[in-house]
């Protein structure tokens, strides 16, 4: 996970503000327990005369090092517009107080309630605050909203969710998401047992950094232990109850994102005056990034920000509520640096401009008509997934699907005719199907595809459902085998052009590794076909308004802070077969550069290798590994934090392991491993 500024020649670089702007480091918010969150401000030199409105922005991800580059490009552009832009390490990161026992514990959510109280009691401050976050910034920035705090008077979410367990690193459709469940747990595993800074905090950066390398948990083992949507999930879910949210939400995400789904139950379930953007985008701010085309995304906040903290008229909420960009058909790439396409305008969402258009399934084919019964076999076959690219894309190289002919062969594929006339898609495909399963455990993976009229095969959505959740991912039902189902998959939401001339393809399976964590046996699903077994698209009819949306202005930043490069960063991603053995590997290794800032003097660097392994007819070998090593000092002060995360299954229970080492100039100062067994819940 790179916190980097990509260069671009598209973005413009402000130096001269409206307002000259002050730098405040090393600013101690005190708790009522006693403990202080660390916070860097951005603020007019002429704040203390004539109080600002300010942006809070609130995540673990430490602003002194890790972040800093990010931070410096945004929170001064900010205050150079008349705000107090305050950047703080939640409770347990960087060089703020504690241990960070979970994500979007009530702690967090009653922390930034003080740190709001603090805001508004401060003489630079004329008590009105907006939240901006991505991702555990903009997660935590609904939960939040929703305390209603009265001083915190609209959000800016960007890559975030409204619902835990349906859109999140954990589970998707109910199965385990192996991908990312071990991977972001061994992320965060590392980065909270990073320490404090000794020049911050003083001598009692050791004592603090060894409790934390001892007591802060490898959250794996508390989300293993929920394979269900129950109340763990639910808190900070801000979907429970959408009426606790009263003020303006923006919401912000990208088609490459892992989070676009949320963007439109947003809309959907929040007040009238909420928006939604979704662009072409990785898992970032639309102003830094790819692919393109980045917009000018902080011009986009200020009049967000000048509306409902200044009062001022932007004209921002005369615009449409949702505005998408519709992505033109492309090749199969594992990289993209453009998406070319067009800005398109819907007043509400649900769009009086979508409706459905169904294709029904028969043996090979999509029909637009329905078709007589018939029984198909769909047979498992584990190594099927290795080329669906990354669940969530940060936007590094090699993150996208590959060509899908690669994965077609190991499922079971329906193509239509060449399609008659240009359409272009916006919202959610969903899969309908009535089934049976040999085995009372199983999951159905849907991938949908565009074929080119030269072969290529393009990923354009997909989704997946553990079929024991079929009712409820709260209270989940083994199935009866041979019993036929009629189940629905919600696919991922999409904005697509698919051009005349060009098919479309749907593939089933019921696997798709290491997306979805296996079922315990090898299963064979029965599609029967006909009325009820179809695919249903959300087609998209052009808008008069459409020709005036999206004129957005280029993208613009502050200064990027400089910093000198130690080493650069490299990604590799491979996929290997051993054929005696009949092993597939996935080793995904991302070497994510070395820096030091010369404001302060920090070094800090991360390697990380995630290794994904399955043997063919055998469920039961799935394996993830993950490992990092992460740097952080300052000249003679140096320290290193290696890990190693594992995950394995037999047919009853889970298996995860831990090791912790930690090294102060090279020296061991620490080493510590973690063992837990978890029975597995219908999964």
Not at 133 to 159: D, E, M, Y
Not at 213 to 221: I, R
Not at 510 to 531: D, F, I, M, R
Request: charge should be negative; proline fraction near 6%; include cysteine.
């Amino acid at each position: 996970m790179v916190f980097n500024i990509k260069d671009s020649k598209e973005r413009k670089i402000i130096r001269d503000f409206p307002n000259k702007v002050q730098k405040i480091d090393h600013v101690w918010i005190p708790m009522s327990d006693g403990k202080k969150l660390a916070a860097t401000i951005w603020l007019p030199e002429d704040a203390e005369e004539h109080p600002v409105p300010a942006i809070l922005e609130y995540i673990p991800y430490r602003k002194n090092d890790f972040t800093a580059i990010r931070d410096s490009v945004r929170h001064p552009y900010f205050a150079g517009h008349g705000y107090a832009s305050i950047r703080v390490d939640i409770r347990g990161s960087g060089d703020s107080d504690g241990i960070l026992q979970d994500e979007y514990l009530k702690q967090e959510q009653d922390d930034a309630l003080e740190v709001l109280d603090w805001i508004v009691a401060q003489s630079w401050s004329t008590g009105s605050i907006g939240m901006i976050g991505k991702s555990w910034g903009g997660f935590n920035s609904l939960q939040v909203a929703a305390r209603q705090h009265p001083a915190l008077k609209s959000i800016i979410t960007l890559c975030s969710t409204d619902d835990r367990y349906a859109d999140d690193v954990h589970y998707r459709g109910g199965n385990v998401l192996a991908s990312d469940m071990l991977w972001w747990a061994s992320t965060m595993f590392a980065y909270n047992a990073r320490p404090q800074d000794p020049n911050v905090v003083g001598e009692g950066w050791r004592k603090n950094w060894l409790e934390r390398l001892e007591h802060t948990p490898p959250f794996v083992e508390e989300w293993m232990r929920h394979q269900r949507r129950d109340g763990y999930w639910k808190h900070g879910s801000v979907c429970e109850d959408f009426s606790a949210i009263d003020i303006p939400v923006f919401a912000v995400s990208g088609w490459q994102d892992g989070y676009t789904d949320a963007v439109f139950r947003i809309l959907q379930n929040l007040p009238g005056q909420s928006k939604g953007l979704i662009g072409p985008w990785a898992h970032e701010y639309p102003e830094v990034a790819t692919p393109e085309p980045a917009i000018g995304f902080l011009q986009e906040c200020l009049r967000w920000w000048d509306h409902w903290l200044k009062g001022k008229n932007t004209g921002i909420m005369e615009e449409p509520k949702l505005i998408t960009w519709i992505q033109d058909s492309e090749l199969p790439q594992v990289t993209y640096d453009e998406r070319p396409g067009k800005w398109v305008a819907d007043n509400c969402w649900p769009a009086k401009s979508v409706e459905d258009t169904s294709f029904w399934l028969t043996e090979g084919r999509l029909t637009k008509d329905s078709t007589a019964s018939q029984k198909l076999v769909v047979s498992s076959v584990q190594q099927h997934g290795l080329y669906a690219g990354v669940f969530c894309p940060f936007g590094q190289p090699g993150d996208l699907p590959g060509d899908q002919r690669l994965e077609n062969s190991k499922s079971v594929l329906f193509t239509s005719d060449p399609i008659e006339e240009t359409i272009e898609l916006l919202g959610h495909p969903i899969f309908h199907a009535e089934l049976s399963s040999d085995q009372e455990d199983a999951l159905l993976a849907v991938r949908l595809s565009v074929k080119a009229p030269t072969g290529e095969s393009t990923l354009i959505s997909w989704g997946m459902l553990n079929l024991t959740h079929r009712d409820s991912h709260e209270h989940p039902e083994k199935l009866v085998p041979e019993k036929t189902y009629k189940i629905e998959v919600q696919l991922d939401s999409l904005g697509q052009q698919i051009p005349k001339g060009h098919r479309l393809e749907v593939a089933v399976s019921p696997t798709y590794w290491p997306q979805a964590w296996p079922s315990p046996k090898p299963v064979t699903l029965t599609l029967h076909t006909g009325e009820e077994t179809r695919l249903t698209l959300p087609v998209r009819t052009p808008q008069a308004e459409d020709e005036d949306c999206g004129h957005f202005g280029p993208p613009e930043t502050a200064e990027v802070m400089e910093r000198d490069i130690i080493r650069k960063e490299e990604r590799t991603r491979n996929v290997s077969h051993d054929l005696i053995s009949g092993v597939w590997t996935l080793e995904d290794y991302s070497d994510e550069g070395e820096r030091r800032l010369p404001e302060n003097g920090m070094q800090y660097g991360s390697i990380n290798k995630n290794t994904y392994t399955i043997k063919e007819d055998d469920p039961l070998s799935a394996k993830v590994q993950c490992e990092w090593e992460l740097k952080v000092g300052r000249g003679e002060w140096q320290t290193k934090l290696v890990t190693y995360s594992e995950m394995t299954s037999d047919a009853t229970n889970f298996y995860l392991i831990n090791t912790m080492t930690a090294y102060e100039n090279e020296e061991k100062v620490f080493h510590k491993k973690w063992e837990t067994k978890i029975r597995r819940d219908h999964v």
